[in-house]
């Protein structure tokens, strides 16, 4: 970590799906956005291409997993919290490799200094008629302690089949919001979904284009990348397509 870090953004790159330029393109978007010294680590097995001032390290140990290409995996976003990783010490902020940036993001130091924040995941709309929201976050966008949080890694360990039981934990974010003990639910309006808050409902996804909406991160997470989101993207399934959306070029654009 830089010796005059305030903060520390942090994100995981592994295999192929993901090129060096998405890296790149959220480290020089928070550049853009956030106004404060940081320090900016990547968490990956390929640094190859990756802009002068990220950080590289390498994933933390297998930590018990019993058949090979396990790791590194999803389970990464609760082994990075563990004490003294990379030698990051104070508020951490973790990112998606794919969200884009659209306005300043100090705002995610300020908020609740010291404690765990999370996305309060999203569901589709239809499944909050008749309850509410679980209380789950999504994992695109957290913040934590770093030299403070390891118990989140330490009940991954000792819950280590239980954090991968479906029946209990659908997803690891299901798990890392329980491991946190405490959690925040970032203000709404501060992170939006694509596919919930921009993607029009079927059938007027089919004639109806996305609009910007008014929020400090987009979150992509599943189909559509952001690059995909750009052109439009049309997987087969009427429900799931989305006409073209280029202002999302405005806010992010791979190796701009």
Same mark, same amino acid.
């Not at 106004?35 to 990220?54: A, K, M, N, Q, Y």
């Not at 997993?65 to 790791?71: C, T």
């Not at 990051?88 to 100090?106: S, Y």
């Given at each position: 970590?830089? #010796?005059?870090?305030?903060? @520390?953004?942090?994100?995981?790159? !592994?295999?192929?799906?993901?090129?060096?330029?998405?890296? @790149?393109?959220?480290?020089?978007?928070?550049?853009?956005?956030?106004?404060?010294?940081?320090?900016?680590?990547?968490?990956?097995?390929?640094?190859?291409?990756?802009?002068?001032?990220?950080?590289?390290? &390498?994933?933390?140990?297998?930590?018990?997993?019993? #058949?090979?290409?396990? !790791? &590194?995996?999803?389970?990464?976003?609760?082994?990075?919290?563990?004490?003294? =990783?990379? @030698?990051?010490?104070?508020?951490?902020?973790?990112?998606?490799?794919?969200?884009?940036?659209?306005?300043?993001?100090?705002?995610?130091?300020?908020?609740?200094?010291g404690e765990n924040c999370i996305i309060h995941n999203w569901i589709e709309w239809h499944k909050t008629l008749f309850r509410k929201r679980p209380n789950i976050g999504n994992s695109s966008i957290?913040?934590?302690?770093?030299?403070?949080?390891?118990?989140?890694? #330490?009940? =991954?360990?000792?819950? =280590?089949?239980?954090?991968?039981?479906k029946t209990q934990f659908p997803t690891e974010q299901a798990f890392l919001t329980y491991a946190m003990k405490k959690v925040n639910w970032w203000p709404y309006d501060w992170a939006q979904s694509?596919?919930?808050?921009?993607? *029009?409902? =079927? *059938?007027? @996804?089919?004639?109806?284009? &996305?609009?910007?909406?008014?929020?400090?991160?987009?979150?992509?997470?599943?189909?559509?990348?952001?690059?995909?989101?750009?052109?439009?993207?049309?997987?087969?399934?009427?429900?799931?397509?989305?006409?073209?959306? &280029? !202002?999302?070029?405005?806010? !992010?654009?791979?190796?701009?």
């Amino acid at each position: 970590m830089s #010796e005059d870090a305030t903060c @520390n953004i942090i994100c995981l790159k !592994w295999g192929t799906r993901y090129p060096a330029s998405y890296t @790149n393109t959220l480290y020089r978007s928070v550049k853009k956005h956030l106004h404060r010294p940081f320090s900016f680590v990547c968490v990956t097995d390929d640094p190859t291409g990756l802009d002068e001032g990220i950080d590289a390290q &390498p994933f933390p140990p297998d930590p018990g997993y019993k #058949e090979p290409g396990n !790791w &590194p995996g999803i389970f990464s976003k609760l082994a990075i919290t563990q004490d003294g =990783f990379a @030698n990051l010490k104070g508020p951490t902020l973790f990112l998606d490799v794919d969200v884009v940036i659209m306005d300043d993001i100090d705002c995610f130091f300020d908020y609740k200094p010291g404690e765990n924040c999370i996305i309060h995941n999203w569901i589709e709309w239809h499944k909050t008629l008749f309850r509410k929201r679980p209380n789950i976050g999504n994992s695109s966008i957290y913040r934590f302690e770093a030299g403070k949080s390891g118990y989140i890694y #330490e009940t =991954f360990i000792r819950e =280590f089949d239980r954090a991968h039981d479906k029946t209990q934990f659908p997803t690891e974010q299901a798990f890392l919001t329980y491991a946190m003990k405490k959690v925040n639910w970032w203000p709404y309006d501060w992170a939006q979904s694509y596919k919930r808050c921009c993607r *029009p409902l =079927f *059938p007027l @996804n089919l004639f109806v284009a &996305p609009k910007p909406p008014k929020t400090k991160i987009l979150v992509f997470h599943g189909n559509p990348d952001p690059d995909q989101a750009v052109v439009g993207f049309d997987d087969g399934k009427a429900h799931h397509k989305v006409l073209p959306a &280029p !202002w999302i070029e405005d806010y !992010w654009k791979l190796d701009a």
